[in-house]
């Protein structure tokens, strides 16, 4: 096979290809998220340390998390559910000003409720992961801008830029905060010098953001490979039994819920996937970021420096991961990559508490970041497609106001746990808990068909055809 032709082939297997042709909005949404990953990540390092400095307890530090993200649950339903008719641009820039205000209060008070109160009004990540309005909008705004047979390739770097920057963020953050306190700063005044920068960053991404194009409303015309998409990408979604719920017109035969007008069939699916996201984001929040790095600091009394590496490290090999995540979807489907990838990473992650060596603890938490957000890409694909087109960023952000609501309550529980030196029973419980997720999972959904997706045969040559639709749009025959 001569190299221009395998590089081709492995370009496009990356999704390299689909990227390149991608239009100026989705390089600054890939670019918005970057940043705003790497504020996340360098803020989740040292929270539940900058609470502790201040003096609270592990109670006070879990109840803090929860009561954020039952905050963004309001907040984030608020926004997304405006944001189609008030322009997702807008909502985006708000939200990155909030950003902004959260980092100057957190850089310049210490009183427990104003802080609380900064953090829920605000955008403060506990876990490190997604909080806020972002990533509904941005996933239906990608979906909206890109063909549903390369709609994999453009999620999958889109969660590849997110966890880049929480590598960075949580790296740079571990160095600088370190080599701070080497120069006689004290431990609080390091841990303040990084929402100094979150808040620089938080104007940085709403800069970004005003540079979006009106090709990213919904009203508007998207770009020539969206146009060029299949009638079934505009006007339809496959649901369960293969048939296709045809667009409706406001007012006939549909649902209003939370200010949308969902079909039938996407009411059904949403339920159903949304009890299944409470299982798994419960399971996420019982053992975000920060508390990891808590539960390594107290147990192997690891330096800021250390952590950021080792959690950078984690974050790195997560986005190899992710880069390979499309190409194995392209084979296995969806759903199949979705669960076979978790699954692992669940079981890693129960057995995470049990080494007495920080060496084999840093080789599971390395394992099981580099299958645990596999899903991602596929998760978003899928959502976006068995729903239509104009109930997306709806239905997106219904989907992370349930997932941020079930988060809400691990925090608390963890931080109850960790009180009572039952610190390691938390990582159990979420493993067991997303596992059962990957199992419900596979067993409601293995079987869908859905938009971009062709069912699988075999070629004359034994290979497996590809379950996705070919560039041009049309499924094989």
């Known amino acids: ?62 109840l803090f998390m929860t009561l954020t993200l039952v905050g963004d649950v309001a907040i984030s ?35 427990y409720w104003i802080l609380l109160v900064a953090a829920v009004v605000g955008v403060i990540s506990p876990s490190g992961n997604e909080i806020g309005p972002f990533r509904a909008i ?20 889109y969660v590849v ?58 009203n508007r015309p998207a770009t020539a490979p969206q146009e060029s998409s299949t009638e079934l990408d505009e006007h339809e979604a496959f649901l369960a039994d293969g048939n296709t719920a045809a667009a409706q017109p406001p007012g006939k035969a549909s649902i209003s819920w939370f200010g949308a007008r969902l079909s039938p069939k996407s009411r059904a699916t949403l339920l159903r996937l949304s009890a299944l996201f409470f299982v798994d984001s419960l399971a996420s929040g019982m053992v975000p970021n920060s508390l990891v790095a808590f539960f390594m600091t107290r147990k192997f009394g690891v330096p800021e420096g250390k952590l950021g590496t080792i959690l950078a490290a984690a974050a790195f090999v997560s986005s190899i991961g992710n880069v390979l995540a499309s190409s194995v979807a392209k084979r296995i489907g969806l759903v199949r990559t979705m669960v076979f990838t978790h699954l692992p990473s669940a079981i890693f992650l129960a057995l ?43 239905v997106m952000g219904i989907v992370n106001t349930v997932k941020t609501m079930s988060q809400s309550s691990g925090p608390l529980i963890t931080g109850t746990l960790a009180g009572s030196d039952h610190f390691w029973v938390a990582f159990v419980v979420a493993g067991a808990l997303k596992a059962s997720y990957d199992v419900g999972m596979l067993s409601m959904f293995v079987n869908h068909r859905i ?22 749009g049309r499924d094989r025959a």
């Open 1 to 62: 096979m001569p190299r221009s032709t395998l590089a081709l082939k492995v370009a496009n297997e990356l999704g390299l290809v689909t990227l390149a042709a991608c239009s100026k909005d989705v390089y600054l949404l890939l670019l918005t998220r970057f940043i705003r990953m790497f504020a996340y990540g360098g803020s989740t390092l040292i929270l539940a340390l900058y609470f502790t400095a201040l003096g609270h307890s592990d109670k006070k530090i879990g």
């Open 77 to 111: 339903l608020a926004l997304t559910a405006v944001a189609d008719s008030l322009g997702r641009r807008r909502i985006l820039i708000l939200g990155a000003l909030l950003m902004t205000f959260s980092g100057i209060v957190f850089a310049t008070v210490s009183n």
């Open 138 to 157: 941005e996933e239906s705004t990608i979906a909206h801008l890109s063909e549903a047979s390369r709609r994999s390739d453009v999620f999958a770097w």
């Open 161 to 218: 830029f997110g966890t880049l920057g929480t590598a960075s963020g949580a790296l740079t953050c571990g160095w600088t905060t370190q080599a701070l306190q080497t120069g006689g700063w004290s431990e609080l005044s390091s841990f303040r010098a990084v929402f100094w920068v979150y808040a620089v960053v938080g104007l940085l991404k709403a800069g970004a953001s005003m540079y979006l194009s009106s090709a990213c409303e919904l």
């Open 352 to 394: 995470f508490p049990l080494p007495t060596s920080l060496v084999v603890a840093t080789t599971l938490l390395v394992l099981r970041a580099s299958l645990a957000s596999m899903d991602q890409a596929p998760r978003s694909a899928f959502l976006s497609a068995v729903v239509l087109p104009g109930e997306r960023t709806e």
């Open 451 to 472: 938009e971009g997706e062709s069912s699988r045969s075999e070629s004359g040559d034994g290979e497996t055809d590809s379950d996705f639709a070919q560039p041009d």
